[in-house]
């Protein structure tokens, strides 16, 4: 039985429901004023007989004419002239049927016929606004709510492309450095050589396999740049020192794929390729409070170059909004020691 009820359109349900609740409620008044007889039925049948005919005819016109799709003033207008045309319609039947089959009330026997249109059109119009009322808003809002719907559905799209797009920028040039690199090892140095080809393989597959990840654990992320600065090591030698200051606590927690190895990334290009001697590249992991802190310091100064405004930057700040919203931050300064620090503050997991 619940089955085929839920196989019932919501119009026939509303319209079973609004015509049976005009019938309970004008049937109950005829008792009290003991008004209840074989004409007061008959009146009764014939008006809603009436009224479920044109109000469902009045339905199709408004689908038909398309008046929920036009602007508030013009579907105000629209249903007032639908209305009163249909109530003009309904009055003018309802008066000949009940004069044809006699079956008038008693306040109706003194009626002209004219009175009688002018009467029943009346009581029409005012059952017919208030059922066009109901329609209009019960469409308005499933209106709206699909609007919402639609409209959450957008956002969640157009942040699952965005999230695609900053995961899958791999710098070309680093790409292109670290095969060269490799074919200058190849020669000299053929164990390291594989051994860098092995590096390079593990950064290309976590890039890859980020794209269905919106986080994975520090320490993954953590062996990625370990084969990052590694590759790098081989171009810059003794250019390059790193440091790592790692909570191992904080190794499981999630982080965004591929976020640390692009603000490592950024600290070499920008920091530590801009000077002669070359400089340090400091990773830090720790907790603050209830917040996870990942910080990457490295030699230079903002004001020397370091491209505040680039796409590994900015691909930070916007991937920590959009997955955890005002509750990350971001900053990067200038440290007292001559350092750059990118920091990272996400909430613990």
């Known amino acids: 039985m619940s089955g085929f009820l839920n ?114 059109s009346f009581y029409a119009f005012v059952y017919l606004f208030m059922w066009n009322c109901i329609y209009f808003i019960y469409h308005y809002i499933d209106k709206s709510r699909n609007q919402q719907f639609d409209t959450l559905k957008l956002q969640t799209l157009v942040k699952e492309l965005e999230l695609k797009t900053i995961k899958s920028h791999i710098n070309p040039h680093f790409i292109f450095n670290a095969l060269n690199s490799i074919r200058a090892l190849i020669d000299e140095n053929p ?47 003794d250019r390059l ?26 600290a070499i290009k920008h920091g530590i390729s801009k000077y002669e001697d070359g400089g340090i590249v400091k990773i830090i992991s720790d907790f603050r409070g209830n917040n996870h802190e990942l910080i990457v310091q490295n030699t230079g100064k903002l004001n020397g170059g370091m491209n505040k405004g680039g796409f590994g930057l900015h691909s930070t700040a916007s991937r920590l909004g959009l997955l955890f919203g005002n509750t990350a931050r971001f900053e990067i300064h200038d440290t007292p020691n001559n350092l750059v620090e990118a920091k990272v503050s996400i909430p613990v997991q």
Do not use: C
Request: hydrophobic residues 45%; aromatic residues 10%.
């Open 241 to 266: 020192k790193v440091q790592y200051e790692i909570d191992e606590d904080t190794l499981s927690q999630p982080v965004p794929p591929m976020m640390l190895q692009t603000l490592v990334e950024n």
């Open 191 to 237: 164990s390291r050589a594989r051994d860098a080809i092995t590096e390079l393989s593990n950064i290309l597959r976590s890039s890859m396999q980020s794209e269905n990840q919106e986080t994975v654990p520090l320490e993954r992320e953590l062996n990625i740049v370990k084969d990052y600065l590694a590759l790098e090591h081989i171009r810059f030698e």
């Open 7 to 120: 196989r019932i359109p919501n119009y026939w349900v509303f319209q079973a429901i609004g015509w049976g609740m005009f019938i309970i409620t004008n049937t109950f008044f005829a008792i009290t004023f003991d008004r209840y007889n074989t004409d007061f039925i008959g009146r009764l049948i014939t008006f809603v007989a009436i009224g479920l005919i044109f109000s469902h005819i009045m339905r199709d016109v408004i689908k038909r004419t398309k008046i929920l799709q036009r602007t508030l003033n013009e579907q105000i207008v629209g249903f007032i002239l639908i209305t009163l045309f249909f109530a003009t319609v309904v009055g003018f039947l309802d008066t000949l049927l009940t004069s044809s089959f006699d079956i008038r009330i008693e306040q109706e026997n003194e009626l002209t016929a004219t009175e009688m249109v002018i009467s029943h």
